[in-house]
């Protein structure tokens, strides 16, 4: 098969989507639902419809876009990612896998290959947790890790319920009808960003990912007492932000206590009240991300952090109440999708190295109920959720041309 990716037609795209932004270019922010949100959708279903493929979307706004196959009663080979983007993002980030995916499917039509089973491209909804405070909230309701509760349940930082959001939208109907059954997808691979350095050290182009991490996430709110910066003596304090200070280090120190470089621990949210610097900290609420592609070696993490924080609350005399918004477990690559995505690599010259994701993705969630792989290209410098995040053309295209070699052998 003469496979050819269309490598300046695939930039354009993305040129185009990363434009539809809630910001100024090079800014990318496109927050799910959104006026910009919705635009970016119309871009992508317009190009999947001139390809062909037959559209679908889902209660929450899941679009499915399918090249139907000799047999249909076949379950399809999936590929997809997402184009939702965090305030202040850059253009890469999820997009390589949707309009990589597209033109991976225009290739092998463009050689005569027909599928035996269909091949469809799903783009998810909301994977970054920018607006409901839970990422990847539309893969999580394909695969049943999330209820229909969460119509309700799930709020804006206006305090609008995802139910009415999506209604505006104009994406109505029960969440319980988004669950896809056990087996929907034969496989599923998603292309990706590496959202790290690695591979670009490495000098690789293309990384088969084995396993994908996955984070647990704590809400830990501190409760001490306020009081005057000069006036209250220091053994009278009973400082909020000192307390939620150590409880960070504690962070870091049980991250850094497993031994294993995949353990990683970040406290990326610090409020602080009332915020005046002549003010004693009376309250103050963190948000903490331990992951690991180990989940007994994580949730050791977790429980050390338990102790930690009863033990600083005590000492300082000071009420620490947490939260587990979610701990889900990691998952590991199917074996035979990982080297279907080896074979590819081989079959077109290219160098790989087997890796895991650090980063969580959309397809974590989709290994609960499909067999599947993450193939990763490289980024200049790691740098991701950024304005110049950056990933040239040939490694898009060179990405692009192994997934649509891998779709070809799986769909055969």
């Not at 249909?72 to 939702?84: F, K, N, Q, W, Y």
Request: with cysteine; charged share 25%; aromatic share 6%.
């Amino acid at each position: 098969m003469n496979l050819a990716i269309d490598r300046d037609r695939l930039s354009r795209e993305l040129e185009v989507l990363g434009q539809i932004s809630e910001a100024p270019a090079p800014v990318v922010t496109r927050i799910v639902f959104t006026e910009a949100d919705l635009r970016a959708r119309d871009f992508v279903k317009r190009l999947c419809r001139e390809a062909g493929l037959i559209v679908r979307e889902d209660a929450v706004g899941n679009t499915l876009a399918r090249w139907v196959g000799k047999d249909e009663r076949l379950a399809p080979v999936g590929t997809g990612s997402h184009i939702d983007a965090i305030p202040n993002a850059g253009r890469y980030d999820g997009t390589v896998g949707v309009l990589g995916g597209l033109e991976a499917i225009r290739a092998l039509m463009q050689t005569g290959f027909r599928p035996g089973r269909s091949i469809e491209l799903l783009i998810f909804t909301s994977e970054e947790p920018t607006r409901f405070g839970i990422g990847c909230l539309g893969s999580r309701l394909l695969a049943g890790v999330l209820d229909a509760s969460c119509d309700e349940r799930l709020k804006d930082h206006d305090g609008k319920s995802l139910g009415e959001i999506r209604a505006a939208a104009g994406y109505i109907g029960p969440l319980s009808a988004v669950r896809l059954p056990a087996g929907y997808y034969s496989a599923f691979i998603e292309l990706h960003i590496e959202q790290g350095p690695l591979l670009e050290q490495w000098e690789v182009p293309v990384g088969v990912v084995t396993a994908i991490a996955a984070p647990a996430s704590l809400k830990i709110w501190i409760e001490g007492e306020g009081g005057h910066a000069g006036a209250v003596l220091m053994p009278d304090r009973r400082d909020a932000f000192l307390a939620a200070a150590e409880i960070a280090l504690a962070v870091e120190k049980f991250a850094r206590s497993t031994g294993a470089d995949d353990t990683v621990g970040t406290v990326g949210v610090c409020e602080v009240f009332p915020g005046a610097v002549n003010s004693i900290p009376s309250k103050v609420r963190i948000e903490v991300d331990i992951r690991d592609i180990d989940q007994e070696r994580r949730d050791s993490v977790l429980d050390k952090l338990a102790t930690a924080c009863s033990e600083i609350g005590s000492r300082r005399r000071v009420t620490v109440r947490t939260e587990l918004v979610n701990a889900d477990a990691p998952a590991q690559c199917d074996p035979a999708v990982v080297a279907t995505l080896a074979a590819a690599c081989v079959a077109h010259g290219l160098r790989f190295d087997r890796m895991i994701s650090r980063a969580y993705h959309d397809s974590l969630f989709v290994s609960r109920i499909a067999p599947v792989a993450m193939l990763f290209i490289p980024c200049r410098g790691g740098v991701s959720h950024r304005p110049d995040e950056y990933a040239s053309p040939d490694a898009i295209a060179g990405g692009t041309l192994v997934l649509a070699e891998a779709l070809a052998r799986l769909a055969e």
